[in-house]
């Protein structure tokens, strides 16, 4: 049978494994930072029906430009953001990869803050990007004097970064982004896939007068779309023609515009368990306390809990009860997902009875 050795893959790839965690069907799943709440009956309901009346034009392409769903998501975001300044894929992992293919490859490169989202070098190796990962301050937090020192002194082509990060849940404020802004000239990109969970202003604000600038956003984790693959960014005209030259024809189906443009439209609704998320993130990082463990501070619907003198006993221990959790690599840690009250309930429970 042949293998990959016995292939002519770029000899960069050579060793090399699929990007990915474990899909494993257990009953509480907590790994992937998913909303766990699931969409409500009645958006679901006019969702299917948006479906449904383009399944009878499936023998056409889709629209190449989805006008109507960029002005929707223009209007989501607001601050007299225009259609012609947002854009859309199939998920923001798509948005950065076209970012990465617009301004980077060959001869260019990208920075970025770690640990961090691990598809950042991914993606760069897929462009052939150059990507160097800096280490951030304590506790996982940037200040805006570091970042700008260190964007000045080794000026990326592309720098991102993530907020609130993934996996730590650490966030920035705008300082940092405008001092970050300021310190270089390339591409500054804003990964605010977890923006919905967390009480700083968005990024979106900055825009304005700042052409370099890029917000990339999901529909995956706050709006419980994970399975649709949306993504979208906002920034100036001119970064989204950018992307209009390097996209696939036709990249985002006629049923993804559709599902999407249905989900905006009751947007609030779609929303409407953020708070309930935060209260169960919040929960879990006042108990984890509680079992001799310590959470960090968290504005995403996950927390990375510190603590585990062995994180893989303790995720197999969780795995065999019903319960997955995530093991990024971290030492001593595990990254856990905020579900419902019911879900925080057991792996609370189940922890308590593993560590004793």
Same mark, same amino acid.
């Given at each position: 049978? &042949?293998? !990959?050795?016995?292939?002519?893959?770029r000899?960069? +790839?050579?060793?090399?494994?699929?990007?990915?965690?474990p899909?494993?069907?257990?009953?509480?799943?907590?790994?992937?930072?998913?909303?766990?709440?699931?969409?409500?009956?009645?958006?679901? +309901?006019?969702?299917?029906?948006? !479906?449904?009346?383009?399944?009878?034009?499936?023998? #056409?392409?889709?629209?190449?430009?989805?006008?109507e $769903?960029?002005?929707?998501?223009?209007a989501?975001?607001?601050?007299?953001?225009?259609? %012609?300044? @947002?854009?859309?894929?199939?998920?923001?992992?798509?948005?950065?990869?076209?970012?990465?293919q617009?301004?980077?490859?060959p001869?260019?490169?990208?920075?970025?803050?770690?640990?961090?989202?691990?598809?950042?070098?991914?993606?760069?190796r897929?462009?052939? &990007?150059?990507?160097r990962?800096?280490?951030?301050?304590?506790?996982?937090? !940037?200040?805006?004097?570091?970042?700008?020192?260190?964007?000045?002194?080794?000026?990326?082509?592309?720098?991102?970064?993530?907020?609130?990060?993934?996996?730590?849940?650490?966030?920035?404020?705008?300082?940092?982004?405008r001092?970050?802004?300021d310190?270089?000239?390339?591409?500054?990109?804003i990964?605010?896939?977890?923006?919905?969970?967390?009480?700083?202003?968005?990024?979106?604000?900055l825009?304005?007068?700042?052409?370099?600038?890029?917000?990339?956003?999901?529909?995956?984790?706050?709006?419980?779309f994970?399975?649709?693959?949306?993504?979208?960014?906002a920034?100036?005209?001119?970064?989204?023609?950018?992307? #209009?030259?390097?996209? !696939?024809?036709?990249?985002?189906?006629?049923?993804?515009?559709?599902?999407?443009?249905?989900?905006l439209?009751?947007?609030?609704?779609? $929303?409407?368990?953020?708070?309930?998320?935060k209260?169960? #993130?919040?929960?879990?990082?006042?108990? $984890?306390?509680? +079992?001799?463990? %310590?959470?960090?501070? %968290?504005?995403?619907?996950?927390v990375?809990?510190?603590?585990?003198?062995?994180?893989?006993?303790?995720?197999?221990?969780?795995?065999?009860?019903?319960?997955?959790? #995530?093991?990024?690599?971290?030492?001593? @840690?595990?990254?856990?997902?905020?579900?419902t009250?019911?879900? @925080?309930?057991?792996l609370?429970?189940?922890?308590? $009875?593993?560590?004793?």
């Amino acid at each position: 049978m &042949t293998n !990959l050795d016995d292939l002519p893959i770029r000899d960069d +790839l050579r060793g090399l494994k699929p990007y990915g965690a474990p899909q494993l069907d257990v009953p509480v799943q907590l790994n992937v930072n998913e909303n766990t709440f699931g969409i409500p009956e009645a958006v679901a +309901l006019d969702i299917i029906q948006e !479906l449904a009346s383009e399944v009878l034009r499936l023998n #056409r392409y889709p629209d190449r430009e989805f006008i109507e $769903l960029r002005g929707q998501f223009a209007a989501f975001l607001g601050h007299g953001l225009s259609a %012609s300044q @947002t854009w859309a894929a199939n998920g923001s992992n798509e948005i950065l990869t076209q970012i990465f293919q617009a301004f980077g490859g060959p001869g260019k490169s990208a920075l970025s803050f770690g640990p961090t989202y691990s598809m950042y070098p991914n993606i760069a190796r897929i462009t052939l &990007t150059d990507y160097r990962e800096l280490p951030r301050e304590a506790a996982f937090e !940037l200040s805006s004097g570091y970042v700008a020192e260190q964007l000045a002194a080794h000026k990326p082509s592309i720098a991102i970064l993530c907020n609130p990060n993934n996996p730590t849940g650490t966030s920035i404020d705008n300082e940092v982004v405008r001092a970050a802004y300021d310190a270089f000239d390339g591409i500054l990109v804003i990964d605010e896939a977890y923006a919905e969970f967390s009480s700083e202003s968005s990024a979106v604000e900055l825009l304005a007068g700042r052409p370099r600038l890029i917000v990339s956003r999901t529909m995956s984790k706050a709006f419980a779309f994970a399975g649709a693959r949306v993504g979208y960014m906002a920034a100036d005209e001119a970064v989204v023609d950018a992307l #209009r030259i390097v996209r !696939l024809p036709y990249h985002l189906s006629a049923l993804t515009q559709a599902a999407a443009r249905a989900a905006l439209r009751h947007a609030p609704e779609m $929303l409407a368990n953020v708070e309930q998320i935060k209260v169960q #993130r919040d929960r879990m990082i006042a108990q $984890l306390g509680l +079992l001799g463990l %310590s959470a960090y501070k %968290s504005e995403a619907n996950f927390v990375l809990v510190e603590g585990f003198e062995n994180p893989n006993e303790v995720f197999e221990a969780l795995l065999a009860r019903g319960v997955i959790v #995530r093991n990024v690599g971290i030492p001593n @840690t595990l990254r856990i997902t905020a579900g419902t009250e019911a879900e @925080t309930s057991k792996l609370l429970g189940e922890l308590a $009875l593993i560590l004793g």
